[in-house]
């Protein structure tokens, strides 16, 4: 039975965009146009304990302008995230989430050169499982072509909404600004 | 969990109190052998998984009437008035580098263990007056002879004790006091956690010759290393100040050395005995690959500003090791206690001089003063949390199984120090020297670090981070701090963002401004290091972080021998039961989908073919936990987690030795075993896991004499060490 719904839970996965849908198709959150949810899967990956991972991605469309010497930098893109609750059945304890933020597909212009700013972040963060968590973390960025020792720092913040029952993250928004 | 609110009542505190004092009774009586934990489990005083009862006046965490919403055990270490950042953070302390061991070292080092015989000191344990026993705990023979030790013969020898806390003398920071915070050398160290809190005593600390601060070994490649370490702990078990374990096995984490050198856990050695381990420092691969040593990127420095080609494949250059005791079941109180110490490894790529430009010399931050190996701008970083009693002395809680929490932040075993810096660019060798604390590093500005290497391997290129990812116990961290972006008299804080509730894992990764706030529960979330810029540097800084560093080893075309699976959890089982080379405890690992195992260092669970290549999985069997698993000898690459790439972080995509598994999570990676052979180990580096019992024996056993199939077991005893065959061999492990 585990093995079954391992493979299924494998070949979920492996369709990756393909079963992309929007939030208020598939998790009835309230409808957000700047936010899909991909649709979550729940493993049994553990032959001694039967714990779960519930593993939820999301795209959140993401801007917001970071000040600062040399020029100002506006930023948009898509924020991939991926929420993965993990049960705890051993000690009995809440769940928790590894949390993953990537924002890779993220890019800035500058206000005054239109050059283009990247940044590589790929964070993964403990969180305590709550209804609703806002996640805050700072990223570096670089102008395209530019060597890391010239990186300059950003803020992103998230809003995320967790379906404490399903184990489902059901809603995220974030936004960009100077840290 | 060893701390408690800030706002819990007296009468709370007083009931934590009389729990920790009966904790303690339960604990000396287990320390000095007089009862077992499985008499304990079996009075009903431990739990069938281990844990301490949940026992009202035993248990700290037990609920009392008012105390539900109470999530932890103990009073708070005491800080005797003693404020944040009042006392600079020591450097570490430098070893003796002492050429020609063979005449500098009485008795002479020998390739076989010396079996000269000596007089035992009748407080070792099985020991009767008049008994004797050999002067050197290595086990005798031929399989446990140096491996290339006519090859390699040592060139330096280190020598140091493991002995009980005093006041250091001889500090050698090997850096002028300017670049030391203004310590002056000369000054007796007496060995405290701070000049405000009390001295420890004797037997509260065990470190490096008995010291602070920790040690540090300068190392470079191609130059072998005698390191002669002395037992000078207490002869009578019972003279442990409550915890830890005199007899102690050293193991240099990450070493690509033969096993007989790597401190396997059962090669353990007694008070009054030395053990010689021989450190050849050679590049991996070196029997197969650049064996003509043409590559000038393999290549180690001289004393001159130059470099010498060495055999080996220059992608696996290392650089930020680390050597503690590795003491089967003793591990965490061994470590916590000060068994813990730092080895910087110079190769031409990472010289350790900033200052040579010759094509091959990385430049990182480090200084120009000497050929190679220079500190001033190369920081060693040493952090563990510890808590300490009433009286200021060091205090452990061993009874709790699934992870010791402290309450006390330190540095290089200083409370939260400061360290001031020029305006220029360094490197910090960042060790998380816990015992199951993870961390998570960000500046207080929320600036950018360059993380250079993981594990102590360089990167393929630089990762920028604006907050490192978690750090797990004994994962070493390499970043560059540029503090030219900084005004002289302006201050930056290195900060805690990993909240712990418990030793399992952490709770939460907080944002720096969560941390700062003060408003975590965790006492070790937030400030820790403070950083003063104090002036310009004298000399321009010339140090680079170029934007390639060291590709990996491209093993595409080295096929895949087998692969292997390891399930990490609880309620595991003995299928053995040998008195020295088992232990019980609810931790403990799957091999292959077999049986949850306790430890049992008789038991071979895994054995590579020596010239091989495997790709392994690690998985966490449990949700509500993480493991930081370490695999002893060669390096390894991260192929996936939890089944994609996509999944590893780029600071991840060097070469490890530790491996963060993260709760319900799995690790896939890919390792070579070559070169060397023996018997090696695999384990959670939550060492309170790994003492009870989440490690495994594996070996490499086939590349010919002396070596059998299996390798007999050691079993250490004052009088010598004996042989015999593995209690078990796993039925995957030697296909």
Redesign the interface.
């Known amino acids: 039975m585990k093995t079954r719904r391992l493979l299924f839970t494998l070949g979920v996965r492996s369709l990756g965009g393909a079963v992309l849908a929007s939030v208020a198709a598939l998790s009835g959150f309230p409808a957000m146009a700047q936010t899909t949810i991909t649709a979550s899967t729940t493993s049994f990956t553990s032959t001694s304990s039967s714990t779960s991972t519930t593993t939820t991605g999301a795209l959140v469309s993401i801007k917001g302008t970071v000040t600062g010497s040399p020029e100002s930098v506006s930023f948009s893109g898509q924020a991939k995230l991926s929420a993965s609750v993990v049960t705890d059945p051993d000690f009995g304890n809440s769940p928790n989430v590894v949390l993953s933020i990537d924002l890779s597909n993220v890019t800035g212009v500058g206000s005054s050169t239109g050059k283009k700013y990247v940044t590589s972040s790929q964070e993964v963060l403990s969180r305590r499982l709550i209804a609703a968590d806002k996640v805050q973390l700072t990223f570096p960025f670089v102008q395209s072509g530019g060597s890391p020792t010239t990186s300059r720092v950003g803020a992103a913040s998230f809003n995320l909404s967790y379906n404490v029952n399903s184990l489902k993250l059901t809603g995220a928004t974030g936004q960009i600004a100077s840290p | 969990m060893f701390f408690l609110p800030r706002n819990t009542s007296k009468s709370r505190l007083r009931e934590a109190e009389n729990a920790r004092r009966n904790r303690w009774e339960i604990l000396k009586a287990l320390a000095d052998g007089q009862v077992t934990r499985r008499e304990l489990i079996k009075w009903g005083i431990f739990t069938g998984f281990g844990a301490l009862a949940w026992k009202h006046g035993l248990n700290p965490f037990v609920g009392s009437a008012w105390a539900d919403s109470i999530p932890t055990g103990l009073p708070t270490s005491p800080l005797f008035g003693v404020q944040d950042f009042s006392t600079p953070m020591p450097r570490f302390d430098v070893l003796a580098r002492n050429p020609n061991p063979f005449t500098f070292l009485s008795p002479t080092p020998m390739a076989q263990s010396n079996q000269t015989q000596q007089l035992l000191n009748p407080a070792l344990e099985g020991v009767a007056p008049g008994d004797t026993g050999p002067i050197e705990g290595r086990p005798p023979g031929p399989i446990w002879a140096h491996q290339g030790f006519d090859v390699f013969p040592p060139r330096i020898a280190v020598e140091a004790t493991q002995e009980g806390a005093k006041a250091n003398t001889i500090y050698n920071p090997q850096v002028a006091s300017q670049f030391n915070s203004g310590i002056d050398p000369t000054a007796s160290i007496p060995l405290k956690f701070h000049p405000g809190l009390p001295t420890q005593g004797v037997n509260a600390v065990w470190t490096f010759n008995g010291t602070i601060p920790p040690k540090l070994v300068i190392g470079r490649y191609a130059e072998p290393i005698l390191f002669r370490h002395h037992n000078k702990l207490p002869f009578d078990v019972r003279q442990n100040g409550g915890f830890g374990r005199h007899t102690i096995s050293t193991h240099e984490h990450n070493g690509h050395h033969g096993a007989e050198n790597d401190g396997f856990t059962g090669a353990f050695f007694f008070p009054g005995q030395f053990y010689d381990y021989h450190w050849p420092i050679v590049l991996a691969g070196f029997r197969t690959v650049n064996t003509g040593a043409t590559d000038p990127r393999a290549a180690t420095p001289d004393d001159h500003g130059g470099k010498i080609n060495i055999p080996g494949d220059w992608r696996e250059t290392m650089s930020t090791h680390w050597f503690h005791d590795h003491m089967f079941s003793f591990t965490s109180q061994n470590v916590y206690k000060g068994n813990a110490a730092m080895f910087n490894i110079y190769s031409a790529l990472d010289r350790g001089n900033e200052g040579i430009n010759d094509g091959v010399n990385l430049r990182l931050p480090s200084g120009t003063l000497k050929s190679f190996g220079n500190l001033e701008y190369d920081v060693n970083l040493m952090l563990a949390e510890k808590a300490w009693d009433a009286n200021g002395q060091l205090a452990m809680d061993i009874f709790d199984f699934d992870g010791f929490l402290g309450d006390r932040m330190t540095v290089n075993l200083t409370y939260k120090p400061f360290f001031e810096v020029e305006r220029r660019k360094y490197r910090f060798r960042i060790l998380n020297a816990s015992v199951s604390r993870f961390f998570k590093i960000?500046l207080s500005d929320?600036?950018?670090m360059?993380q250079i290497a993981n594990d102590g391997n360089l990167l393929p290129v630089?990762?920028?981070?604006?907050?490192l990812?978690?750090q797990g116990i004994a994962e070493r961290y390499d970043i560059v701090i540029?503090f030219s972006r900084y005004s002289i008299g302006q201050k930056v804080w290195m900060v805690n963002l990993?909240e712990h509730s418990d030793g399992?894992?952490?709770?939460?990764?907080l944002?720096?401004?969560?941390a700062l706030s003060g408003n975590s529960q965790d006492p070790c979330v937030g400030k820790f290091l403070e950083f003063r810029i104090v002036r310009n540097p004298a000399t321009p800084d010339v140090s680079q972080?170029p934007?390639v560093l060291i590709p990996n080893p491209d093993l595409s075309a080295i096929p895949v021998a087998r692969t292997r699976t390891f399930?990490f959890?609880?309620?595991a089982k003995t299928d053995t039961n040998d008195p020295v080379s088992t232990f019980f405890g609810p931790w403990g690992i799957?091999t292959d989908?077999g049986d949850?195992l306790a430890a049992d260092f008789g038991r071979v669970s895994a054995a590579p073919r020596s010239g091989t290549r495997e790709i392994w999985t690690l998985?966490?069997?449990?949700?509500?936990w993480d493991h930081p698993i370490h695999i002893h000898f060669e390096e390894g690459q991260v192929l996936a987690r939890?089944?994609s790439l996509n999944?590893v972080?780029?600071a991840e995509r060097g070469r490890k030795d530790v491996y963060r598994l993260?709760?319900?999570?799995?690790i896939t990676i890919t390792m070579q075993f070559r070169d060397w052979g023996g018997m090696f180990m695999e384990h959670c580096h939550n060492t309170v896991h790994e003492d009870n019992a989440m490690l495994l024996r594996w070996e490499i056993d086939d590349g010919g004499a002396p070596f059998l199939r299996p390798l007999p077991t050691p079993i250490p005893t004052p009088q010598g060490v004996t042989f015999r065959a593995p209690d078990d061999i796993l039925p995957t492990a030697l296909k």
């Open positions: 960000a929320s600036s950018t360059l630089p990762v920028p981070l604006t907050q990812d978690e540029d990993a399992k894992k952490p709770d939460d990764d944002s720096v401004a969560e972080v934007p399930e959890g609880r309620g799957k989908n949850m998985k966490n069997g449990g949700g509500g939890n089944g999944n972080p780029a993260r709760p319900g999570g799995s």
